[in-house]
C-alpha cells in the first residue's frame, strides 16, 4: 500500500513539474513565433511594393551564408533537421547564437523571395530558447531533450495553428516507426499554449473547411490508395532533389556566401524563364490549389528544383511550408488526370506529401482534421500512410532515426540515422516477393522436365 501511495505521489509530483515547464515554454516560444512572424509579414509586404525585388536574390543568399557561417553555423538549412540533430547527439544543447541568427537569416532569404518556408526557424527558435532556459535553472541532459522537444512542437504548433499536430509532430519527427510517450503530454501543452499566446497577439491562420460529403465506393477507395501511391512517389523525388542540390553545391569549391551569389543567379534566371509563382512561401498558390484553381502541371516539379537551390546555396528557412505547395500541385495535376475534385486532392496532397517527406504520418493525419475538417480525415489518412510507406527508408530530414523497417522483405539496419541507411531486397518465403519467387521457380523446373 505504501509502495503505490509513493508510486502514485511521485507520478504526481512528476505531473505538476511538466505541467508548469512546457506553459513557460508555451508562452516563451509563442512570443518569439508572433516576433517573427509578425517581422517577417513586415519585410513581405516591403518586397511587395517592388515587382523585381526578386532581382536582390543574389545578394541576401549571400548575406544569409556569410551570417550562418560567421556567427552560428549551426543555423544552416532547414531548422528542424538541427534541432533533430541537436536532440540525438547533444541532448537537445542549442547554441543561443542561433535563436537571432536563424531569425534574421530567414527573414532575409524571403523578403527576397528564395523558396523556403516558416517552420523551420521556429522549431530551432523554439528549440533554442528551451535549450538556452534549460541552462539557466541546471537542468539535466534529459531534462533538456524533453524541454527542447516541447519548443519544437510549440514552434510548429504556432506557426501552422494546429496545436496538436504540432505537439505530436515534435514528439514523431524524431523517429521513424516510434514515438516518445513520455513526451506527449508537455508537448501537447506546449503546443496548445504557444497556439493560443500567438492568437492572442493577432497572427491569423489558415483554415480550409472542404465542401466534402463522404460518399463511400470502392471506386472512390481504390483512387485514394493510387493518390497515396502517387504522393509517396512525389515525395521521394523531393527528397532526392534536395540530395541532388546538396552534392551540386559541394562540388563548388569556394566559400558558402558566394555560392549563394551563383545561386541567385540561378533563381533570377528561373523566375524570367518561368514566374515568381515558385518563389517565397507560395501561399496565394496553396490557397487557389485548396480552392480548386487550376496550375500548371510541372509547378510542383518547379517548386522542388527552387527549394532545393535556396536551400542548398546559402537560404535559410523551413521546408514544410514548400512541401504544403508541392503537395497541392501535386493533388491537383492528379486529380486533372483522373476527372476527380481538384480541391479534394490537393487538401489530401498536402498531408500526404508532409507524411512522406516528413514520415510523419500520425501528426499529417491529424493536421488533416485541424486544417480541412473531419469528413475529408479518414481518406486523407489512408494516404498519408501510404505515403509514409512509399518514400521508403529516406527523409527531408536526414538525422532522423530509423527505428522500424517499412517492409519485411528490405534488410536494413535499424537504429541508425536515416541518411546513412541503404535498404536491400531480402527475399521471404512468406512475402508476396517470395512466394511469386518460389513459384516462378516451380514453374520452370517443371517445365524443363
Known amino acids: 500500500m505504501k509502495r503505490r501511495f509513493a508510486e502514485e505521489t511521485i507520478l504526481l509530483i512528476s505531473i505538476i513539474k511538466w505541467v508548469f515547464l512546457a506553459t513557460i515554454i508555451g508562452i516563451v516560444v509563442g512570443l518569439s513565433t508572433t516576433l517573427f512572424l509578425k517581422l517577417l509579414n513586415w519585410s513581405r509586404l516591403f518586397g511587395s511594393h517592388y515587382s523585381y525585388y526578386f532581382l536582390l536574390l543574389p545578394v541576401a543568399l549571400f548575406l544569409s551564408a556569410a551570417i550562418i557561417k560567421y556567427l552560428a553555423p549551426d543555423a544552416e538549412g532547414h531548422g528542424t533537421e538541427k534541432v533533430i540533430e541537436a536532440v540525438h547527439k547533444h541532448s537537445g544543447k542549442i547554441k543561443a547564437a542561433v535563436v537571432p541568427v536563424k531569425l534574421v537569416s530567414t527573414i532575409i532569404t524571403l523578403a527576397a523571395g528564395g523558396s523556403v518556408g516558416k517552420e523551420g526557424p521556429c522549431a530551432q527558435i523554439g528549440g533554442g530558447l528551451s535549450s538556452i532556459f534549460a541552462d539557466l535553472f541546471r537542468f539535466d541532459d534529459r531534462d533538456r531533450k524533453k524541454l527542447v522537444i516541447c519548443g519544437i512542437s510549440a514552434g510548429f504548433a504556432s506557426v501552422f495553428g494546429t496545436p496538436i499536430a504540432g505537439a505530436i509532430f515534435g514528439v514523431e519527427v524524431l523517429f521513424i516507426g516510434a514515438i516518445l510517450y513520455d513526451v506527449l503530454l508537455p508537448s501537447f501543452i506546449a503546443g496548445i499554449i504557444s497556439y493560443h499566446v500567438s492568437s492572442s497577439f493577432g497572427i491569423s491562420y489558415f483554415y480550409h473547411q472542404l465542401n466534402f460529403v463522404p460518399v463511400f465506393s470502392e471506386a472512390f477507395f481504390l483512387k485514394i490508395v493510387l493518390a497515396g501511391i502517387f504522393f509517396g512517389i512525389v515525395s521521394a523525388i523531393l527528397i532526392e532533389t534536395l540530395k541532388l542540390g546538396n552534392k551540386l553545391s559541394s562540388k563548388i569549391q569556394i566559400s558558402k556566401p558566394f555560392k549563394g551569389i551563383i545561386g541567385g543567379i540561378v533563381l533570377i534566371g ?83 506529401v508532409l507524411a512522406g517527406a516528413a514520415n510523419t504520418p500520425i501528426a ?53 540515422e536515416i541518411e546513412k541507411v541503404e535498404a536491400r531486397f531480402l527475399p521471404r518465403n512468406k512475402s508476396l516477393i517470395g512466394l511469386l519467387s518460389g513459384l516462378a521457380k516451380t514453374i520452370k523446373t517443371k517445365l524443363k522436365k
Open 364 to 416: 499529417a493525419s491529424i493536421m488533416a482534421v485541424e486544417l480541412f475538417g473531419p469528413k475529408v480525415a479518414p481518406y486523407a489518412t489512408v494516404a498519408c500512410v501510404i505515403s509514409f510507406l512509399m518514400t521508403g527508408h529516406r527523409s527531408v530530414y536526414p538525422s532522423q532515426i530509423l527505428s522500424i523497417k517499412k517492409s519485411p522483405s528490405l534488410l536494413v539496419e535499424t537504429g541508425e
Open 270 to 352: 528561373l523566375v524570367f524563364i518561368f514566374s515568381k509563382q515558385y518563389l517565397g512561401l507560395g501561399l496565394d498558390t496553396i490557397e487557389s490549389c485548396l480552392q480548386g484553381a487550376k496550375i500548371v502541371w510541372y509547378a510542383f516539379i518547379l517548386k522542388i528544383i527552387f527549394t532545393s537551390i535556396t536551400l542548398n546555396f546559402g537560404g535559410s528557412g523551413g521546408i514544410v511550408t514548400p512541401i504544403f505547395f508541392v503537395g497541392v500541385a501535386s493533388g491537383s495535376l492528379f486529380a486533372n488526370l483522373l476527372g476527380l475534385d481538384p480541391a479534394t486532392f490537393a487538401a489530401v496532397g498536402l498531408v500526404a
